[in-house]
């Protein structure tokens, strides 16, 4: 059972169009972080976000975390298709010593 | 800037031979985490240390699996006897902190026949 579930597993879209991607728990957790992965290399940390019902935003991508801090989105604007990647969202966990990592979301943005 | 170092960056085994994978974590970062990823299971970390002392190897499958760091700027995760079900892309990474942005190296893929 993952801690830190998120949706889609997979999701193909053309370029141009908006996409959310979605990471929940059912546990509260003090800050989340969202990292990218590209084929053959390790993740990289895009955001962390602290605040429940925090924003962020990153040129085209818009992070939100929930009121709650059990959940945060990540929305795409006009997807392009250099945002190809795997999307994983991460997170202390047990007494906030470790970062433990949610199931991805497989991005492809079809030109 | 140097990054997190990893080696081998392919590993290619028959099953029962001992593997050893390195890395060297970014100067100054006092945590390093090793973690295995897989389609199946996603990204599972195995064991992590601060200032190189192991806190948590509850991760870790066997105890065909062992980790060490017996520096600030190196350390070792080994299996011994390898299996199939080990064939994974190991990563290691490290940060400033046990929570803090992770920093990590490009892999070491490991096929075990």
């Known amino acids: 059972t993952q801690l830190l579930e998120q949706s889609p597993q997979f999701l193909s879209i053309q370029e141009g169009e908006n996409l959310t991607v979605y990471c929940n728990s059912s546990s509260v957790f003090s800050s989340l972080q969202w990292y990218r992965q590209e084929p053959g290399e390790g993740p990289v940390l895009l955001v962390t976000v602290v605040t429940g019902g925090e924003v962020k935003k990153l040129k085209r991508l818009t992070f939100q975390f929930g009121d709650a801090r059990k959940d945060s989105s990540l929305h795409i604007t006009a997807a392009q298709p250099g945002d190809t990647g795997l999307y994983l969202c991460a997170g202390p966990y047990s007494s906030a010593s470790k970062i433990i990592f949610g199931s991805g979301t497989r991005l492809s943005i079809r030109p | 800037d140097a990054g997190v170092i990893q080696s081998p960056r392919h590993e290619v085994t028959e099953m029962g031979q001992e593997v050893t994978l390195r890395c060297k974590p970014i100067s100054g970062h006092n945590s390093l985490f090793w973690y295995r990823q897989t389609m199946m299971r996603g990204l599972e970390l195995l064991i992590y240390f601060n200032n190189n002392v192991p806190i948590d190897d509850s991760g870790m499958p066997e105890d065909r699996f062992s980790a060490k760091m017996p520096n600030a700027s190196f350390s070792t995760l080994k299996i011994q006897p390898s299996e199939p079900r080990d064939s994974a892309v190991y990563f290691c990474?490290?940060?400033?902190?046990?929570?803090?942005?992770?920093?990590f190296g490009e892999g070491s893929r490991l096929t075990v026949l």
């Open positions: 990474a490290s940060s400033l902190s046990l929570t803090g942005e992770l920093f």
